[in-house]
């Protein structure tokens, strides 16, 4: 299994970026991919969950509207687009497989219930 994530640098706030991750391993189009994030000194936070068809996406309060998570099911790869980034927003961001589906929203953000996680890839927003 691998998660190889990409598309991350560094970037003035206001900037946009545009983050993939590919998979391979195991069956991308049965699992529903997540991105999450850590910033120095913090833990992992939860930022975006994509369902395993595209039909559904859950995103963290303080990205909803300006980031945007797709899949393309064919390619075998998860996409995060951030407009509007934030100084706070500097981190290291993962992909990460959640082989079921989650019906509340406590279970879609937890850390635990993702078997699968890239290598992170490190998004840096100046001011």
């Known amino acids: 299994v691998q998660l190889q994530a990409s598309g991350g640098g560094l970037v003035q706030a206001g900037g946009s970026l545009r983050l993939s991750c590919a998979a391979s391993?195991?069956?991308?189009?049965?699992?529903?991919m997540g991105w999450f994030r850590r910033a120095p000194g913090k833990e992992r936070e939860f930022v975006a969950r994509i369902a395993s068809s595209g039909g559904g996406t859950t995103y963290a309060d303080d990205v909803k509207g300006r980031c945007t998570i797709a899949r393309d099911n064919d390619k075998n790869t998860v996409y995060l687009l951030m407009n509007s980034l934030r100084t706070e927003d500097t981190a290291a961001y993962y992909c990460?497989?959640?082989?079921?589906?989650?019906?509340?929203?406590?279970?879609?953000?937890?850390?635990?219930?993702?078997?699968?996680w890239g290598q992170g890839t490190q998004v840096t927003v100046s001011s």
């Open positions: 391993g195991f069956t991308f189009s049965n699992y529903a």
């Open positions: 990460a497989a959640d082989p079921r589906y989650r019906s509340t929203l406590g279970s879609r953000v937890s850390v635990g219930n993702y078997n699968y």
